[in-house]
């Protein structure tokens, strides 16, 4: 079974690997609803026992229908409320969407400093509000940036950090891989919750998964991590390495020599970082959606999914899936 851990002096025990749910929502479309579904059950039957979701995924329904049997699984959800009122629609959708009187954890989404929690205080009181009420076990924020760990870390009430943290720094978004481990040692003087995201860098680092997870687990401080896992040849990859269980070379080789292909999210801002460093001239821009401004596009047959396009984005837009 998957190692227990506690999130935070006062957190509960969960396991160590948390489901990452953007790689089986819509947001990424890599698999369709069913496929998610039985790939979250899944990791569920082999002792995960905590999912990260957020309302930008649009996935509740299909978490929900995971969780049938699976009652004592603790969720994570986020969202970019900035006012109270915004924050306790998100909540209750959360509620009624997962069919849960209690959602375990609510963030807020991708905060990036002491300024920008500054700025959602509403919203951050309507979530100090619902954890009095019950609704709600804990609070926390995810954040890419390094001032957004240690302005997280100074927030009256907070249970939980959620930052991007991988052996390449890749993401961060206001300093270096030495500067985001500061803040992170910082936190955990504080004695609070903190589970990784993008251990992988997006895909980037998939080619070396142990030792990616290794230095994840090597970070004092970071109690758990979320991993984005579409299938179940994943989880079993995933979940073998850290149990110290054997990987059979048929398993290695189906989860690393997969087909893959450079994925862009819809919330490219169009800043043309990934059309100048790309050294196979396999990205441009051009226009997505109407009104929406141009946007990056990738000729699939000139990329060599190198990866140097997700080192400059500054809104992690690009994964290799």
């Known amino acids: 079974m998957v190692q227990q851990v506690k999130l935070g002096w006062n957190g509960p025990m969960v396991s160590e690997v948390c489901f990452g749910s953007l790689a089986v929502s819509p947001l990424q479309g890599r698999v369709t609803f069913e496929e998610g579904v039985d790939v979250m059950r899944y990791a569920f039957e082999r002792g995960v026992n905590i ?5 930008i995924y649009a996935n509740y329904d299909q978490i929900k229908a995971a969780l049938q049997s699976f009652p004592e699984v603790r969720v994570i959800s986020k969202s970019y409320a900035v006012t109270a009122q915004e924050m306790a629609q998100s909540i209750e959708k959360a509620r009624k969407g997962l069919n849960r009187d209690v959602i375990d954890y609510f963030m807020l989404h991708e905060q990036e400093s002491a300024l920008t929690l500054k700025g ?7 979530l100090l509000k619902a954890k009095e009420k019950g609704m709600i076990r804990g609070i926390g924020i995810s954040t890419h940036a390094v001032a957004g760990v240690r302005g997280g870390a100074l927030q009256p009430g907070l249970d939980v950090i959620h930052p991007i943290i991988n052996k390449a720094g890749l993401g961060i978004i206001d300093g270096s891989l030495q500067d985001m481990l500061e803040a992170i040692a910082f936190a ?3 004695g609070l919750g903190m589970y990784a995201m993008k251990i992988f860098g997006g895909g980037h680092l998939a080619k070396a998964p142990e030792e990616a997870i290794d230095f994840v687990r090597s970070i004092p401080g970071i109690q758990g991590m979320a ?3 579409s299938t179940r040849e994943e989880v079993d990859f995933n979940l ?3 149990e110290g269980k054997p990987i059979s070379e048929d398993l290695r080789q ?3 020599y997969r087909e893959r292909k450079l ?11 990934c059309v100048e460093i790309c050294p196979q001239g396999a990205l441009s821009m051009s226009v997505q959606r109407e009104g929406c401004g141009e946007q990056a596009e990738v000729d699939p047959a000139s990329c ?3 990866g140097y396009c997700g080192r400059v984005c500054p809104h992690f837009c690009l994964k290799i899936v």
């Open 254 to 256: 189906t989860v690393k």
């Open 263 to 273: 994925y862009i999210a819809d919330w490219c801002q169009g800043c043309g970082r």
């Open 304 to 306: 060599v999914l190198c």
């Open 227 to 229: 991993l984005g896992m």
């Open 188 to 190: 955990a003087e504080m």
């Open 51 to 55: 999912i990260d979701t957020a309302e």
């Open 120 to 126: 959602h205080h509403e919203a951050w009181e309507e």
């Open 240 to 242: 073998n390495y850290i």
